[in-house]
């Protein structure tokens, strides 16, 4: 069976973006796919965090994982530092990838240039690597992402040729897969940018907690442009067309379809927060449910992670003796 694996990071509870660019097909694809999905813990301390708060956030994430329909007897929902292949296998990343590579990163290039009185940690740099080694010891066929990973999931092909050229076929080499819509979802207040975590203002992102009323208020007060007429065109458009294509994401269509039913930016933009907060109701409730059972979600992680453990053990010897470690 093709088998799929992506990732998310614990950095708050997730937002729009994230939903439409990655989790939404995660929870379709569990039926059709193996599926293994990892809260990515230590992918959240290239950035530096307060004591105690990335294990709070790992259990809300869990939550919202289960929340929006990942079934824990379908898929394997694991942390990654319960998993101690992944720093292990990336340490033989990091020594197959180039430091060419790595300063190549867009997402790298972005952050080291906006701060620069803030800390740039070596880990900020280093990240890709630990990212193919978290695809790559589940012999992953796809990475369903939102498109501001696929040049991570590029460099992770280029680091598994290139293993399998220097010690021999080895490593399952991944395709990166991004939804027909919803693969960039940009902030509401400024549309040229990604909606995300690090930098959302809080009026252009809307968080998968948000109220309804936050919801349309946002919505409502979504920047637009003066050119009066709606149209899909991302490059004139920015605004409108991120309207368009969160309405068609959500509701399963195409942007440019969608655009031809409104002559308005008004009842665009309320039905755009509409369609949002009916999706959003059915998954917060069942998230606050789950957050009341701490113990259980625990639990659920537990055998996510073995079953992760089992999996990703395998392939780190099969590296090692790839490699010709001397075996323990
Ligand atoms: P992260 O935690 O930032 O985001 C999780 C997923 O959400 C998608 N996404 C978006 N999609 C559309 N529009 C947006 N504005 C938007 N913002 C985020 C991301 O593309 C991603 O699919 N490096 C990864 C985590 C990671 C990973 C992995 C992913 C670590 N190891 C292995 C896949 C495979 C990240 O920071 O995602």
Redesign the pocket.
């Known amino acids: 069976m093709t088998r799929v ?5 614990p ?1 708050g509870e ?5 939903h ?4 939404r097909h995660w929870v379709r694809l569990q039926h059709e796919r193996e599926s293994f999905h ?1 809260i ?1 813990d230590l ?1 959240s301390l290239t950035v530096p965090v307060e004591p105690g708060l990335v294990g709070e956030r790992t259990m809300a994430l869990a939550a919202m994982l289960f929340a929006v329909g990942l079934d824990p007897d379908v898929a394997t929902v694991f942390v ?1 530092s319960h998993v101690p292949e992944h720093p292990r296998l990336g340490w033989v990343m990091e020594c197959t990838t180039s430091y060419g590579e790595l300063s190549r990163m867009t ?1 790298f290039k972005d952050r080291a240039s906006r701060s620069q009185t803030e800390f740039v940690s070596g880990g900020l740099f280093t ?1 890709p690597a ?2 193919a080694a ?2 790559l010891l589940y012999d ?1 066929d796809e ?7 696929r040049q ?2 590029e460099i992770t092909r280029d680091a598994a040729e290139r293993f399998n050229s220097r010690y021999g076929e080895t490593l399952v080499v991944p395709t990166a897969t991004t939804p027909p819509a ?6 509401l207040q400024d549309p040229t940018s ?4 690090s930098t959302r203002t809080d009026a252009g992102s809307i968080g998968l907690l948000d109220d309804a009323a936050a919801i349309d208020r946002k919505f409502r007060r979504a920047i637009t442009d003066s050119l009066r007429q709606v149209a899909y065109d991302p490059e004139r458009q920015s605004g409108v067309s991120n309207l368009l294509e969160i309405l068609a994401a959500v509701t399963d269509r195409n942007p440019a379809d969608v655009a031809s039913e409104y002559h308005a930016y008004g009842p665009l933009k309320a039905d755009a927060g509409a369609a949002v907060i009916e999706m959003l109701a059915p998954i917060q409730a069942r998230y606050l449910e789950l957050m009341k059972d701490p113990s259980e979600l625990t639990r659920l992680l537990g055998i996510g992670s073995a079953r992760a453990h089992e999996v990703a053990a395998t392939t780190l010897d099969r590296v090692h003796s790839a490699i010709g470690l001397l075996p323990a």
């Open positions: 694996l992506s990732c998310i990071k950095t997730g937002h729009l973006g994230n439409l660019g990655a989790l990892g990515v992918h990654q997402q990240y630990l990212m978290d695809i992953t990475v369903p992402v939102g498109d501001d990973q991570h999931v919803g693969a960039r979802i940009m902030d990604k909606m995300s975590k």
